[in-house]
């Protein structure tokens, strides 16, 4: 008994500190986070208003009825999805891609690379907002920089007004977070060692065979963690529609709808937090899936590539 | 890695005329495409110096080319119209405040959990990593805020410090609640349990041995220890607070109460056709970030990623 009582750090009453300075951090942790976290499933279910002194009633399924099949909102509801959907497979495949380029590019030793690569994830630290209105001034219709480089090709568009806006949200998104990429990629190149680059060098490979040999099969995890995290990112990702576009039919995804129902801004005066928190939760399982079944899929390329 | 840089000349030398001639033409292709990458990275930011340089008439006139004069008034109407002392006080208490206490609490939980001196060290940890897939906790947290006056003990107490009347909006629209927003950060927390881990033991046996106490052992000691571990985790809870837009559009709705990101968003909704004076403001913006960034660019950019890599 008294071996149990007395600790490192000190025995009888003082042996109780380390709990007592762990509370604050867990006590937060779990009030403010785990808490709410778990409590938006049983949200889902009720017509809790973002108004106070309203009474809570539970509804059932009424709010996942609601969202999926009553009415004009539901189709809305449903081309979100559907627009989450696709922004996320372009974001994943393109960030990916350019992201990837990026590396291979900035990780030769050619000079000036450091400048490059510097430059390539500034967009990281500066925020949505920041992001979103540099863009707005670049894409401003009637005379804006890209609009003139438009006007010497001879097309027109009217930018983030029109009907691409969607699509040029998703060049912002992927501008933005493109250098994030970049750097995981490079720091898993990092990890190849010299040698194996040298042996196939020295074998006569080329650099297309050196990729495809060498480097692509040792860059696996940095090329799962990429993956994985675009997808994710990207099903999560609407600050840039905030900010770009605003609260409109033809740009908004699901991330957008559980903001714009749960805390009545732009376009809907509405405060419906448990119709927000089943769009949240229908939003949560669509992260869940995916994330699994992309998880599935890297798993097997691991084993494949590094037994 | 110098390894590779001695034999290239060799390679040169033995190889004939083509390989020389395929890595020069490497050269000029990898260049063009990093440049033409840089061009798209670089012009919206030029686009926005030059747009901040000219007055507005000029702005309309000739909206891209480069400015006739340089318009500095744009910087000091936008400095005075945005409320930007404000904003910028406010984000700086947001950041500062938030990161200190999250980073300290942080500290006392991943310590005990990394050594297990506390008991269920492992499940609590599980804890932590089993969070980065739940739901959003957007909605209930926002009830938890608005209704934080009825909660019994806490409320009461807290509320009795505060004008009569205040605990009607519970926390919402206040600083103090917008900063319990922000004391938390699984990734954060998972980045010091397993940097600690690397630490020795022995040092903690020691110390108490010495009759080192706990706190004082894990401020004096521990802290010091782990610095690289602290600064990354320091930079994602920073960097992540004074970017934050969704959580201050949300839960505060009085000027004097916004960051700058906020502050810059209603800037945008009143001036939003001044490019000149919009373009300033969000240059002022992003100035402290970018001078940070310069002087700190491998921790920042370490410490963005390492959750990502290391998870």
């Known amino acids: ?307 | 890695m110098s390894v590779l840089t001695h034999s290239e000349p060799e390679v040169v030398v033995h190889d004939d005329f083509g390989a020389g001639k395929r890595r020069a033409r490497r050269k000029i292709v990898s260049y063009s495409i990093l440049v033409a990458f840089a061009i798209f990275y670089v012009g919206p930011l030029l686009m926005l110096v030059m747009a901040s340089l000219k007055t507005l008439p000029e702005f309309f006139r000739d909206p891209t080319g480069l400015p006739e004069g340089l318009e500095v008034n744009n910087f000091t109407e936008a400095w005075d119209l945005a409320n930007f002392p404000q904003y910028l006080f406010n984000s700086l208490i947001y950041t500062v405040v938030a990161t200190t206490l999250f980073v300290v609490m942080s500290v006392f939980v991943a310590f005990p959990i990394a050594r297990g001196y506390v008991k269920g060290a492992g499940p609590l940890l599980t804890l932590y990593v089993v969070a980065l897939f739940l739901p959003p906790a957007l909605i209930p947290q926002f009830q938890l805020i608005l209704n934080f006056g009825d909660i019994p003990v806490i409320g009461d107490v807290l509320f009795s410090f505060w004008p009569e009347g205040s605990e009607q909006q519970g926390l919402f629209n206040t600083r103090t609640g917008y900063i319990l927003l922000f004391l938390t950060n699984p990734i954060g927390l998972i980045i010091l349990v397993n940097y600690i881990k690397s630490i020795p033991r022995e040092l903690d046996e020691s110390a108490a041995v010495d009759g080192c106490g706990y706190a004082r052992f894990v401020f004096t000691i521990l802290m010091p220890l782990i610095r690289p571990a602290l600064a990354t985790v320091i930079v994602i809870h920073a960097i992540g607070i004074w970017n934050e837009l969704i959580l201050a559009t949300i839960y505060l709705t009085s000027e004097d109460n916004y960051p700058i990101t906020r502050g810059l968003l209603v800037f945008e909704g009143v001036y939003g056709s001044d490019w000149p004076k919009l373009a300033a403001a969000v240059l002022m913006l992003m100035f402290p970030m970018l001078v940070l960034y310069m002087f700190l660019q491998r921790y920042i950019i370490s410490g963005l990623t390492s959750g990502a890599i290391k998870g």
Not at chain 1, 78 to 100: C, E, I, K, Y
């Open chain 1, 1 to 307: 008994m008294t071996a149990q009582q007395r600790t490192l750090f000190g025995a009888g009453r003082r042996r109780f500190i380390p709990w007592l300075l762990l509370a604050p951090g867990v006590g937060f942790y779990l009030v403010m986070a785990v808490g709410p976290s778990i409590a938006t499933a049983f949200y889902s279910f009720t017509d809790a208003t973002g108004l106070r002194g309203l009474p809570i009633n539970w509804v059932g399924f009424d709010n996942y009825n609601e969202f999926a099949f009553e009415g004009a909102r539901s189709r809305d509801n449903l081309d979100a999805v559907q627009r989450t959907l696709l922004f996320m497979v372009l974001v994943t495949v393109l960030q990916f891609g350019v992201g990837l380029l990026m590396a291979i590019l900035v990780n030769q030793r050619l000079k000036g690379s450091l400048v490059f690569r510097t430059l390539f994830f500034v967009p990281v630290i500066l925020g949505a907002v920041v992001q979103g209105l540099m863009w707005k001034l670049f894409l401003r219709p009637g005379g804006g920089p890209m609009d003139t480089i438009y006007g010497w090709l001879g097309l027109e568009s009217q930018f983030l007004a029109g009907p691409s806006a969607f699509y040029w949200v998703v060049l912002v998104q992927i501008w933005a977070n493109a250098g994030f990429t970049m750097v995981v990629f490079l720091a898993g190149m990092q990890t190849i060692p010299a040698e194996l680059n040298e042996a196939a060098a020295v074998d006569g490979a080329t650099g297309w065979q050196l990729f495809k040999n060498v480097t692509w099969p040792q860059l696996t995890p940095a090329v799962n963690t990429n993956f994985l995290l675009n997808i994710i990112g990207s099903l999560q990702a609407w600050m840039l529609f905030l900010v770009l576009t605003g609260f409109t039919n033809s740009t908004k995804v699901l991330g957008y709808v559980v903001y714009a129902e749960g805390f009545g801004q732009q376009g809907t005066s509405s405060f419906r937090q448990g119709y927000a928190a089943a769009a949240s939760i229908v939003l949560f399982l669509l992260v869940l899936v995916l994330g699994m079944a992309a998880n599935f899929v890297v798993t097997r390329r691991e084993r494949k590539y590094l037994g």
